[in-house]
């Protein structure tokens, strides 16, 4: 029972145009979205999360979108940069008291020079 | 800020060892996590200590697995009488606060031969 869906497994973008990487959910319980990256042999490295009282939420070059109706979260990167290249998960929690989260199964992201 | 630490990065053993993992989380961080990610997905959570106490474990941690953090700092994972199908990557992750973005570290990867 896969909670948290990213069915894209890899995406491949020109550097400096748009990167969308796409999640949806099954859980109406989540309240709380995150999205992480992933270089190999490296830990996930914490990006961007939203909360499920807003709809946007933007850092730099990163936005995340939340579509509750839609049970839908996007990230995008704009511009996207070659450094962007690596495995992106998102992740999504129905406890902040906790902080168990559960994770898609990533989407690897390629950005072409 | 030094980072999650996780020792040692990689292990091989054979089916039927025992292995003991190690966890050091950033120093002021109270919380603690581990997860387990196998090839083509996300990590799953495993367990989580607040300061010294164990406050939840997955189904997915069977009778085999114990973890530990017997002074609320490091981490201890063992596997008792490995199998095949616990060779995957495990990560340890702390947090500052109950919803603070988790910090990974960049794994043990077990191998079982």
């Known amino acids: 029972d896969q909670q948290v869906k990213q069915n894209s497994p890899s995406l491949s973008v020109q550097e400096g145009r748009i990167s969308i990487l796409n999640c949806d959910y099954t859980n109406s319980m989540f309240d709380y979205f995150l999205w992480y990256k992933k270089y190999p042999a490296e830990g996930p490295t914490f990006l961007i999360s939203i909360s499920s009282i807003k709809d946007k939420n933007e850092d730099g070059r990163f936005t995340v979108f939340l579509n509750k109706s839609a049970k839908h979260l996007s990230l995008h990167i704009v511009p996207s940069q070659p450094g962007d290249s690596a495995v992106y998960f998102c992740a999504a929690s129905a406890d902040r008291a906790t902080n168990k989260l559960i994770f898609g199964t990533g989407t690897l992201l390629a950005v072409q020079p | 800020d030094t980072g999650v630490s996780q020792d040692p990065r990689h292990k091989i053993t054979k089916r039927g060892q025992n292995v003991t993992f190690r966890c050091d989380p950033i120093s002021e961080h109270n919380r603690l996590y581990w997860y387990r990610q196998t090839l083509g997905q996300g990590p799953e959570f495993l367990t989580y200590?607040?300061?010294?106490?164990?406050?939840?474990k997955s189904r997915l941690l069977s009778d085999r697995f114990s973890a530990e953090r017997p002074k609320g700092s490091f981490s201890t994972l063992e596997i008792q009488r490995t199998e095949q199908g616990d060779s995957a990557m495990y990560l340890c992750?702390?947090?500052?606060?109950?919803?603070?973005?988790?910090?990974f570290g960049n794994g043990t990867r077990l191998t079982v031969t």
């Open positions: 992750a702390s947090s500052l606060m109950s919803d603070s973005p988790l910090h």
């Open positions: 200590f607040q300061n010294e106490a164990q406050l939840e």
